[in-house]
Each structure stands twice: as structure tokens, then as C-alpha cells.
């Protein structure tokens, strides 16, 4: 029997669209607890150091208004840590970040980092935050995040969305599924994430190992058209069959 796998929602990009005119509207915690009303498990929340959506006030009122769990999605600076350790979220996904990128374009180099980030796998964990590592289908980062001591990694499903050819969608989709095995074996909790929509979710939600996905702009994206409640149940719905689950989805 396959078991439930959690969704994420990520609204980063309700922000996005607020910030087009520098006021309160949309509201990210808004949407965050219609996202919880529509079944969604969690919700994540990317506080960029350019503060091009989220914003470290959004972070305070998710945390303060939703009862689901928060993911906090950060680069590994001190003043990333130190925001991280006031707001207390369930969960911290360290990220790469690059100023000049339209989204995060790869994923953390652990194994080549790894004196760097021990410090804030260490003391966010010893704050009893779950620490991730957003990282690519590798076996070297995935090495590289255990022996961190890293319970989570979340692996990078952009190059699997992006592929243009059924091949190289298939050859990503192999990599993904042999890392995810090779992760679960280690002893690592895996998550999944990075430009998912219907027509992709289903091939990963269908990998047994994986506990949770994480969407975001495609859902935003979608909402426009109907509704946020709408997108996430259909989300849900595909995540469910995928896994051969009865689904509770509207
Ligand atoms: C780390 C990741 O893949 C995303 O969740 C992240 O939030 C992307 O950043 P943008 O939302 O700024 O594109
Ligand atoms: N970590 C991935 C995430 O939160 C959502 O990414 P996207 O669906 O906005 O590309």
C-alpha cells in the first residue's frame, strides 16, 4: 500500500505579484491559509536576500497564522540564520542563490561546500528545526547530505520539467528516480520540487520513496484561472492517483 505523499504549497509568487505595485494586496498569509483550507500539508516560503516577493514581515505572519507546517526556504548566510532562528519554522530548505537569477537555477553544491554549511545544518537543527538540503539527483550531493547529519534532502526537479524531448525527460526522470532510492537507502527523508505542474507531477509523485513535493509558481500561476482552492484539489488529485491512493481531492 503506497502512503500519502505531503504537498507543499510554495507562495512565493503571490508576493511577486503584490510587489509589481508595492502594496499589501495580494497577501501571501492570505493565500497561505486558503492553501491549508484547500488540504495542503504544508506551505513553503522562499525569503530571498534581495526581497524580490517574500518579505521577512510575510515570514512572521505565516508563522504566526498558519497552523500547517512552515518551510523556510534560505540561502546559508548568517543573516539568513539568524531570521531563521527568530522565526522558528518547522523546517529550513537551504538553497543556492544567485542575485542575478530568474529562479534557483541548480542545486546546492553540498559536497563542494560542505565546511561552509555544516555550522547551519548544525545549529538549525539544535534550534529543533528541520533542516533540507535543496540539491541535485546525485549521489555525491547525496553522500555529502548525510554526512552533514542533514535529515532531508529535497532534490531539484527543474532539468525534468525543463527537458524538451521526451528522451531527455525520461533520461531526467531515471536520475531522479535512481537518486531518490539510492537517498532513502541512506537514510534520508526526500522531497521533490522545482517547476512541477499537472503534466510533469505525475511520473515524480509515483516514485514510492518520495514524502513530499513542494509546487509553487505553476499553482499561483493557475489560480488566476480557477481558483487557488480549484488548482491545489486537482493537484492533490493527480498526486493521489499517482500513488494509487482513494482521493479525498475535490
Ligand atoms: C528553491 C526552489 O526551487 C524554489 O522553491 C524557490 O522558491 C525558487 O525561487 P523563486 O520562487 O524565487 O523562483
Ligand atoms: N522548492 C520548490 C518549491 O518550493 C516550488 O518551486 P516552484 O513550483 O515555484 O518552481
Do not use: W
Amino acid at each position: 500500500m503506497s502512503s500519502k505523499l505531503r504537498l507543499g504549497v510554495n507562495i512565493d509568487h503571490v508576493a511577486t505579484v503584490r510587489n509589481a505595485r508595492g502594496g499589501v494586496a495580494p497577501d501571501p498569509a492570505r493565500a497561505a491559509a486558503l492553501a491549508q483550507a484547500a488540504g495542503a500539508d504544508g506551505i513553503t516560503a522562499h525569503l530571498r536576500e534581495d526581497r524580490r516577493h517574500i518579505s521577512d514581515d510575510d515570514m512572521k505572519k505565516l508563522r504566526e497564522h498558519i497552523d500547517i507546517p512552515l518551510n523556510f526556504e534560505m540561502a546559508a548566510t548568517d543573516e539568513m540564520l539568524a531570521i531563521a532562528l527568530e522565526t522558528k519554522p518547522h523546517a529550513v530548505c537551504l538553497v543556492p542563490e544567485k542575485r542575478e537569477e530568474r529562479t534557483t537555477e541548480g542545486g546546492l553544491d553540498v559536497a563542494g561546500g560542505h565546511n561552509h554549511l555544516k555550522r547551519f545544518v548544525s545549529e538549525l537543527g539544535d534550534a529543533g528545526i528541520r533542516v533540507s538540503l535543496f540539491i541535485e539527483a546525485s549521489k555525491e550531493q547525496l553522500d555529502a547530505a548525510k554526512s552533514l547529519g542533514a535529515p532531508v534532502v529535497e532534490i531539484h526537479t527543474g532539468a525534468y520539467c525543463d527537458a524538451q524531448t521526451e528522451d531527455d525527460r525520461n533520461r531526467e526522470l531515471q536520475r531522479i528516480g535512481k537518486a531518490v532510492a539510492y537517498g532513502s537507502a541512506i537514510g534520508l527523508e526526500i522531497h521533490a520540487g522545482h517547476g512541477l505542474n499537472y503534466d510533469t507531477v505525475k511520473p515524480i509523485a509515483a516514485i514510492p520513496a518520495i514524502a513530499e513535493l513542494n509546487i509553487g509558481h505553476f499553482l499561483i500561476g493557475e489560480a488566476i484561472f480557477v481558483g487557488l482552492e480549484a488548482a491545489i484539489g486537482k493537484m492533490r488529485r493527480l498526486m493521489d492517483e499517482a500513488r494509487g491512493l482513494e482521493t479525498g481531492a475535490k
